[in-house]
């Protein structure tokens, strides 16, 4: 049985989406099967992210201030950002100290695109790397839609924080990544809503 968590990131303020909580947002999607389209509703992408670790056998984590989620989903557990206050990195900080040895898949709450198919693949792909992630069209790592060993991970992080080090790029830097490599449409998955223009461009 796979041990790897589904750490989902919901701390940012989204304050470009007027301070609505970007998680809960609904897609555009359902999450009905050919089958049951009748019964398919509209959902928040937290939900549809919680729906994917569930059939992928992940354990979903929320990570950062969740107030708002724990409302909804209040059976999910909540993992503290550590240090506070520092951004992402503080997220990530926690949720490997947490993990224990349990691999985690880092996911931006923000994406509603994020297919099963991809999810596992990040899953499933090079199991002894100590980081996997993928690049976007400018060379950049996409850090929040990838996997880290907190094993490995954790003492080089915990350095780098130290060091004053407050970026995931400048982060990836100091780590050994191995790229997954993404097609054309699983590279659209990534695409997040930081803007109500962004849903617009989606719908």
């Known amino acids: 049985m796979d041990s ?3 750490a989902i990131f919901v701390g940012g303020a989204s304050s470009r989406m007027g301070g609505q909580p970007k998680g809960l947002l609904m897609t555009q999607e359902t999450l009905g099967t050919q089958n049951d389209l009748a019964h398919a509703q509209p959902v928040p992408i937290v939900a549809r992210l919680l729906g994917l670790a569930g ?4 354990t979903p ?28 990195l503080g997220g990530l900080s ?3 100290k ?32 100590s980081v996997l992630a993928s690049k976007n069209d400018q060379g950049r790592w996409d850090p929040l839609c990838a996997r880290y060993d907190p094993i490995s991970v954790r003492p080089l992080l915990t350095q780098a924080l130290h060091a004053g ?5 400048r982060l990836f830097a100091t780590l050994t990544v191995t790229e997954l490599l993404l097609s054309a449409e ?16 989606t719908s």
Request: proline share 9%.
């Open 94 to 96: 926690g949720v490997l």
């Open 98 to 129: 947490a993990a224990g040895t349990s691999r985690v898949i880092a996911v931006a709450c923000d994406m509603p695109q994020v297919t099963s198919e991809l999810l596992h693949r990040l899953q499933a792909t090079e199991p002894e790397a």
């Open 186 to 201: 699983e590279r659209v998955q990534l695409i997040d809503w930081d803007t109500p223009e962004d849903i617009s461009r």
């Open 55 to 58: 059939t992928l056998n992940l």
């Open 165 to 169: 080090v407050r970026s995931f790029q």
């Open 61 to 88: 984590v929320f990570v950062g201030k969740a107030d708002p989620y724990s409302l909804r989903f209040p059976d999910v557990p909540v993992i503290a950002d550590d240090p506070t206050d520092i951004g992402p």
């Open 4 to 6: 790897s968590w589904l």
